[in-house]
């Protein structure tokens, strides 16, 4: 490819892109909007399935509308998705604040940290799963109780 082929895939890329997180964010009764990425998986189909685990649970998206950090469902989440984890591997950071790391909780100090970013309108969960090369990413929001509502109140 030459390089005005190289700049028109950049900005295509970037278009196509910031449409994606625009769907994203306009999702029924949206408050949050949220990156999960996922490293260090066997393969990007492994990534794959871990990022959309996360990205889907009712569990892990409710507790973005409530604001809780709560790195146990996201855990929760992986040992649901079908690939081999070794959970004494896995860590897990909201933004740069790591709550995770090698398993274990990383402490109250951090936690706070994590508490203060799942705060915002948008934020990036990392999980770094060890394993190897594969990475994926994908964009959710939380289940919040206007998303209930909206899909509660009429009948198709």
Not at 60 to 74: H, Q
Not at 83 to 105: E, L, Y
Request: aromatic content about 8%.
């Amino acid at each position: 490819m030459d390089r005005d082929g190289e700049a028109f895939q950049a900005m295509l890329n970037k278009v196509c892109g910031n449409l994606a997180k625009s769907v994203v964010k306009d999702g029924e009764g949206a408050t949050k909007f949220v990156e999960i990425l996922i490293r260090g998986a066997k393969n990007g189909e492994d990534a794959k399935k871990a990022a959309y685990a996360i990205a889907h649970s009712p569990l892990v998206k409710t507790a973005f509308f409530g604001e809780d950090a709560n790195w146990g469902r996201i855990l929760c989440a992986l040992g649901h998705c079908g690939i081999p984890i070794n959970p004494n591997r896995i860590d897990v950071s909201f933004d740069q604040a790591p709550i995770v790391k090698n398993g274990m909780g990383a402490g109250a100090r951090l936690e706070e940290k994590a508490a203060e970013v799942i705060k915002k309108k948008s934020f990036k969960v990392t999980v770094d799963l060890h394993q190897g090369k594969g990475q994926f990413s994908v964009f959710t929001t939380d289940l919040s109780i206007d998303y209930v509502k909206i899909n509660a109140s009429y009948r198709s």
